[in-house]
């Protein structure tokens, strides 16, 4: 995980995703749908459900939203969504994983496919990239929120169960065991830190460099997908020069 700022990223396109509310509202139904099929739906038995409702909740969801998303999970109504992973490479051989969920599988794969071929990429077989990323918990803390040093949040990082801490001028990202995320995150929030986000993850074990002359190709492949409202989430393995 060294080098990777995933913080970065997300501050980098924050502008654009707050653009596309309805579009996040949309997929944040989808996956507290998904996470209430899986374990109910009551949080407090539900880990992921718990994630999801605090990431409607930071993303100012109206909880009549979050309402009909839990209802439709338990069976009162609704279409039945599908949880799909998508696998390719981008221009210049950058390793990418797409998240979806999906009413409709046809539609969902001709639209990933024909975004990877319209933007120099190709779509993989399942498996051919996924090996190349961690499954990981991830917690941010921003240091405009928090005064806390690196060496006094290291240690009740590690104490509430983290396996490690990135610290930048901006944040401090904290990985952790996928199962651990939701004890980390309580155990964090209960000593009296602000969590900007807790959710899991796929961080790269390596990145591939963006050759400059694939740098458009590549972002608007990342644009489309992102664009497609079946999809909730792009991993990529992708090093871009800095701005």
Sequence with gaps: MSGHSKWHNIQGRKNAQDAKRGKIFQR?????????????????????????????????????NIKRAVDKGSGVGGAAYEEINYEGYGPGGTAIIVEALTDNKNRTAAAIRSAFTHHGGALGASGSVSYMFDRKGYIVISREDDDTDEDTMMMDALDAGADDIQTSDDA????????ALAEVRDALEKAGYKLATAELTMIPENE???????????????????????????YEAAEMPEE
Excluded at 172 to 179: A, G, H, R, S, V
Excluded at 208 to 234: F, R
């Design 172 to 179: 401090f990202e904290i990985y952790t065991d996928p199962k």
């Design 208 to 234: 591939t460099p963006v050759p400059e002359d694939k740098i458009s190709q590549y972002q608007g492949l990342i644009d489309e997908l992102e664009d497609n409202d079946d999809v909730s989430e792009v």
């Design 28 to 64: 944040i139904s989808r996956e507290i749908y998904m996470a209430v099929k899986a374990g109910g739906p009551d949080p407090s038995g539900n880990p992921q459900l718990r994630l999801m409702m605090d990431k409607a909740r930071a993303a100012n969801m109206p909880k009549d």
